[in-house]
């Protein structure tokens, strides 16, 4: 049993580790985790949650401006956009917020074409990362239920250096 | 769900007791206690300045917009001085960009208010511009966060209040060299020089160590100890017109003289 527990251990640590080697997650998620504690355990999961939240609905406000043919606010696509962009940096959604730093440039140019695709790029970008961190989640889950200890000391020890 | 118009998020019960406006009334603060009014249109962000703040143990109020906070405050009503007692607050923390009000709007009540001008005005942005920052300095802005705000940001806050609260609950301010002396903790690193040149510490809080963090714009390192005319060669703590001489030269300076009263 302890082998698989360690193994299901090493796959979540390699999980993570790409996550941030693939650009999804930057120091500000680590950032996150470290706030949280035994007094707060679902700090990161509730913050994470209302991110998502933001994007269906930012995605949904862009969409909805956007489709306004002919008569495109930017300037109101762009303030969601930069809505958008600091809640991704708040929580360290590195993609999510590139493409928004790209998303405000093509608004301010009045990119129609140039909106409309960057709009579906977030799109699959905020559901892909929410769709990895929920993998993430599951498998922390049930390495929590095999194993007692905290499997976010493996975390810590990888992402934070603490032993 | 709050949605995002709302006070705050309504998600967790503890966050019931962090007070607000929408009837909530807090009890009366310990006098001790810091309490911060924290300031921001995004509701991710409201959370994580929440969190941030109550690890380093202060009590949190946060609001999501200018005129909530005015309102909170009792600056645009004119409430009376019995409801103020109830509303000690410490520190203003305030997103710069906001719908309707901006947090450099929202400043500039609050110094025109002769209840909470000398409260210290933190103003948060994610955009680094020189001008903007300016702007709020000048307007007797505190200090100046940029986003993502980190913990080792609101620790350097905290430790230059501590001073305030503990040695004068009235007061907001205090002598020069008690508050600047807190804020001991090499800044978010800037040009070389400037962090050569370090106050005596009079260390009032041992968290000053925790705020080391990797190099981040110059401007994030602009904490600083009160209003007062700053001179970046001033090096010497014992005088009222010390800076944290850890700051950079970045750090523009105030326009006004110390609001000591």
Redesign the interface.
């Known amino acids: 049993m302890d082998s698989h527990v360690a193994q299901l251990q090493m796959q979540y640590r390699n999980y993570i580790l790409s996550l941030y080697q693939q650009g999804f997650l930057d120091d500000q998620f680590t950032e996150l985790k470290s706030l949280q504690d035994d007094g707060s355990p679902d700090f990161v999961a509730e913050v994470l949650s209302l991110f998502f939240d933001d994007c269906v609905k930012l995605v949904g406000n862009m969409a909805r401006a956007l489709d306004q043919t002919g008569t495109v606010d930017f300037s109101q696509v762009g303030a969601n956009v930069h809505q958008l962009k600091g809640s991704s940096s708040s929580v360290g959604a590195k993609r999510v917020k590139g493409l928004c730093i790209n998303f405000k440039e093509l608004c301010e140019a009045k990119n129609y074409e140039g909106c409309v695709r960057c709009l579906q790029q977030v799109d699959i970008e905020y559901k892909t990362l929410k769709a990895k961190l929920q993998d993430m989640f599951n498998v922390s889950v049930i390495i929590v239920h095999m194993n007692p200890v905290s499997v976010w000391d493996d975390f810590n020890k990888i992402i934070l250096g603490k032993e | 769900?709050a949605s995002?118009g709302g006070v705050f998020?309504l998600?967790?019960p503890e966050m019931i007791n962090v007070g607000g406006i929408g009837g909530m009334e807090s009890p009366p603060l310990d006098v001790d206690e810091v309490h911060v009014l924290a300031v921001d249109?995004?509701?991710?962000?409201r959370?994580?300045i929440e969190?941030?703040l109550r690890?380093t143990s202060c009590k949190v109020t946060a609001v999501d917009s200018g005129w909530r906070a005015l309102e909170f405050l009792g600056i645009d009503n004119e409430k009376a001085s019995a409801e103020l007692d109830r509303l000690k607050v410490d520190l203003i923390i305030t997103d710069y960009?906001m719908?309707g009000m901006t947090g450099y709007e929202l400043l500039k009540k609050i110094k025109e208010s002769s209840s909470f001008r000398q409260v210290p005005v933190v103003i948060m942005s994610?955009e680094n511009v020189i001008t903007r920052i300016d702007r709020c300095l000048e307007e007797g802005a505190e200090d100046f966060l940029l986003?993502?705000?980190?913990?080792a940001d609101v620790k350097r806050l905290r430790n230059y209040l501590t001073s305030d609260v503990k040695l004068s609950n009235g007061n907001k301010r205090k002598l020069p060299e008690d508050s600047v002396s807190v804020n001991t903790s090499p800044p978010l690193t800037l040009s070389p020089d400037s962090s050569e040149s370090s106050s005596p510490p009079l260390t009032l809080s041992s968290d000053s160590s925790d705020a080391s963090s990797?190099p981040l714009s110059p401007v994030e390192s602009l904490s600083s100890p009160l209003s007062f005319p700053l001179d970046d060669e001033d090096d010497d703590v014992s005088t009222e017109s010390s800076p944290t001489p850890e700051e950079s030269p970045v750090r523009r300076q105030k326009m006004r003289s110390p609001s000591l009263d």
């Open positions: 769900m995002d998020c998600r967790r249109d995004s509701l991710v962000d959370i994580v969190r941030l690890i960009c719908p994610s986003k993502p705000v980190k913990l990797p």
